[in-house]
């Protein structure tokens, strides 16, 4: 077990502990021996902040690269746990579950969870933006009971030049499948007088009590649609749940 690392110490109270122990092979016990325990108050300081920059409606990892916190538990494994202390005004914190798995709003959030990819920014601004916006991520870090407040990660949004033209609520009337047209999406460039360009719908997360479907095959997270699959009414959706007459759903993209 020790070989493995399977016995762990777990520290509730004082500061000078000792550990009394005696070793036996099944016959001969060993002599009483004692291992001291010196317990340490938690330093806790930022070690990477650098920010983040994406684009209005977009979504972003944070690593560690970008965020990070160091203490003086050297060489052991401790729970950092960071929590946001104000809302968010452009956009939320999303975590996944899972490698592949559903990503969901967070308030708080662990360093293992940066270490191992499953942290996101996610720009849910909805506004036609005249210039750039910040968001102030402002968080606490905490280590134990020991806490380093006021902190803060900046985020930079690029706004969209990219707007939509038309977006308008798909009406089933008691049909459990339906095509989704031009007539419900439709962007268009912010300068009106832009040459024409090929609009690519990525889907940020899939609807959850239907399918969207492309030409019949069912799309979700990663992947998407263009304005000409509108256009030739190759882009549908399909409700799955029993009782669709009194539900509705939706689903967010990019």
Known sequence: DLEAGNVVYVHQSGTDLQLTFQVSDGTVPSPIATLRILAI?????????????????????????????????????????????????????????????????????????????????????????????????????????????????????????????????LQMKNKRHKNITSRELEAMLEDPNSAPVPFHYVIIQAPKKGNLELLGNRLTEGFGFTQDDLQRNHLSYSATIRNAQQAEDSFQFR
């Open 41 to 169: 108050e938690p330093n806790i300081r930022l070690h990477n902040n650098t920010g983040l920059t994406i684009s209005q409606g977009g979504a972003a990892r944070i690593t560690t690269a970008n965020l990070s916190v160091e203490t003086n538990a050297v060489k052991q494994r401790v729970a950092i746990l960071y929590s946001l202390t104000e809302p968010l005004r452009y956009g939320e914190i999303q975590k996944q579950g899972s490698i592949g798995g559903e990503w969901k709003k967070v308030e708080s959030f662990h360093q293992q969870d940066l270490e191992q990819g499953r942290i996101q920014y996610f720009s849910t601004d909805p506004e036609h933006r005249q210039e750039d916006v910040t968001e102030k991520l402002r968080f606490s870090v905490q280590v134990g009971q020991k806490v380093l407040p006021n902190n803060t990660f900046t985020i930079s949004i690029k706004r969209a030049t990219i707007k939509m033209k038309t977006m308008v609520p």
